[in-house]
């Protein structure tokens, strides 16, 4: 995980978790909270373990790119579960959601060498 050398990247991680905590906080009830908390860490923890690139496209991107990209995959994956609660989804489907978004970055933001090339 070269990304982890990224100050950007452990930065982005650890605003996402205090910003899903607090939104959280406010968004479920007071029964919930405990479910909550542990639906924000495993959010964090689990878009920590998915990869910013694909395959082997990640010895080609610099280290600076990579912690962009796990930034992005942080603040989406907090922001989409945020938004999946606000809109009283639930706090598990949040989660979800919001680890399904971290795994689409690597997909709609293509490696380097493997953008489309205008004619």
Known sequence: MPWMRSRVAW????????????ALRRLVPADDRPL????AVAVVVVVA?????L?????RVPSEQLGVRKAVQFFGAAGVSILAVYLG???????VLGVAAA?????????PGKQAHRR
């Open 49 to 53: 373990l998915v990869p910013p690139v």
């Open 55 to 59: 395959g082997r496209a990640g010895r």
């Open 89 to 95: 989804v639930g706090v598990l489907v949040g989660a």
């Open 11 to 22: 930065g982005a991680g650890l605003l996402a978790l205090f910003a899903l905590l607090r």
């Open 36 to 39: 909550a908390l542990a639906a």
């Open 103 to 111: 795994v689409a970055v690597p997909l709609l933001w293509p490696a």
